[in-house]
């Protein structure tokens, strides 16, 4: 479903090309339909790189991405939106938007692709549904907890359907209570059909998935087991 | 939409405005002083009228000349008495000199404006010069050429104060656009994240710069219309065949696409490239 071939991307730091960092190198790996990847490394090992790639927001500087054997770099920018709709994403500081409840926070991704009114409400309803915060739809992010703001965000990145999830430590502000739960939910939404990509620095995390683990290294793969353990 | 935006958006069209309704009125009284112009020669006293029609004759001939008119001794007396009959101190002088002291004359009219100069040209070195006795042509020139030197100076000003102006609420236009993405990017952020169409995010930076140049042309246009019927009447008393106010009304709706032109264009070209520039989707 989704294939790196040879990734790299360099980073050119100011204008005369010093401080030029090599975020990825040579990185290949291939992700199937509904597989639960953890992806693991230090900070700056190029974990975050790779879903912004992924995303197309950056271009690698050489190698491609292919996503549904369609390559990614080659996707016009008008068109980068609708693979932004396939992509489901979720941040360690979940950005929302604390002007809107957690209702309209998901809301405002059908809203912005001009679904209508009803689609709206049965869809965000539904999603308020699977991430377990029925009753939390007209609080603000201000008055919910950590965890609870990562269940909107994780709604949010549902409310497409999209294929994949790309949760770019989303336990990283959570207690370990807060966090098992969104790994659970994770989980859930992995065996519902969707692929799952899970950046993280949690060792227990890992551990306790017992699914494939890419381990990532200054930018380079170093390792990738189909029943891997965080081991850094 | 910020207040300095549609303040010196509304100053900018202000101006543009204006320049064009003085562009008229200039246009205007040069046409009016142009068309008042003629050459008047004045023949020496005793001249034959026979030479004086011999020379009329060859002025006519001139490509350049659209009449001459024969104003004879009598005629040129009879014009004088019409003229100051109401002035029994002149008449009686008159009387007194017994003699008829007006000069015979040709009225000559030009083609055009610019061509009278050719025209002088030729009764100075004209080998009939002699019998002239003035050629009454310069004063009025100096006249005309002052009035149309002064308002293409006043035009020439007016674009360039436009034109300055119009530089300057661009720049707060745009720099309006530029705060307004900064107070947004969090939001850009996650309309891209959620996959929101690019014109999606750029519409409402894009419909800011239309509306603030709307609000603006339709506020010009309305204090225009006040000032105009206060002005009036000083205009008038000053040039009283101008008619700025109903050039204003015929023309009402040529000078609001001016505006409205001039409003938009400033409007939506600084948000257009404070998007480009600022505003990555």
Known sequence: ?232 | MSLATVFILMMTIFLVTSLFLFKHSSDQVVTQLQEKVDISVYFKEGSAEADILGVREEITKMPEVKDVKYVSQDEALKDFMEKHKDNPVLIQSLQEIGTNPLLASLNIRAVGATQYAAVANYLETAPFKDLFEKVDYYQRKSVIERIFSISSAINRTGLFVSLLLALVSFLVAFNQVRMAIYNAREEISIQRLVGASNWFIRGPFLIQGIISGIIATVITCLLFVPILLLLNPKIEALFPSLGVLQFFFNNFFIILLIQLATGLFLGVASSLIAMRKYLEV
């Open chain 1, 1 to 232: 479903m989704i294939k790196f071939e040879k990734v790299t991307k360099i980073y050119q730091g100011n204008k005369t090309g010093a401080n030029k960092t090599c975020a990825l190198e040579d990185v290949s790996f291939g992700v199937k339909e509904k597989e639960f990847i953890s992806l693991v490394g230090k900070s700056g090992a190029g974990k975050t790189t790779l879903f912004r790639l992924l995303m197309g927001e950056e271009r690698p500087d050489s190698g491609r991405i292919l996503f549904d054997s369609v390559d990614v770099q080659k996707i016009k920018k008008s068109n980068l939106p609708y693979l932004r709709r396939r992509v489901g994403t979720v941040f360690q500081d979940y950005k929302l938007l604390n002007s809107k409840t957690a209702y309209e926070n998901i809301a405002y991704a059908l809203e912005v692709i001009g679904a209508s009114d009803e689609e709206i409400k049965k869809n965000v309803n539904e999603v308020l549904n699977i991430v377990g915060l029925p009753d939390k739809g007209n609080n603000f992010p201000m008055e919910l907890s950590g965890g609870e703001k990562q269940r909107v965000a994780i709604a949010r990145a549902l409310i497409h359907r999209p294929e994949v999830i790309l949760a770019d430590e989303p336990t990283g502000n959570l207690d370990p209570y807060n966090s098992s739960d969104i790994i659970q939910l994770l989980l859930k939404i992995n065996e519902l059909g969707t692929t799952v990509i899970l950046a993280t620095h949690n060792k227990d995390v890992v551990n306790n998935l017992g699914k494939r683990v890419i381990t990532m290294e200054e930018g380079r793969l170093v390792r990738d087991e189909a029943n891997g353990r965080f081991i850094i």
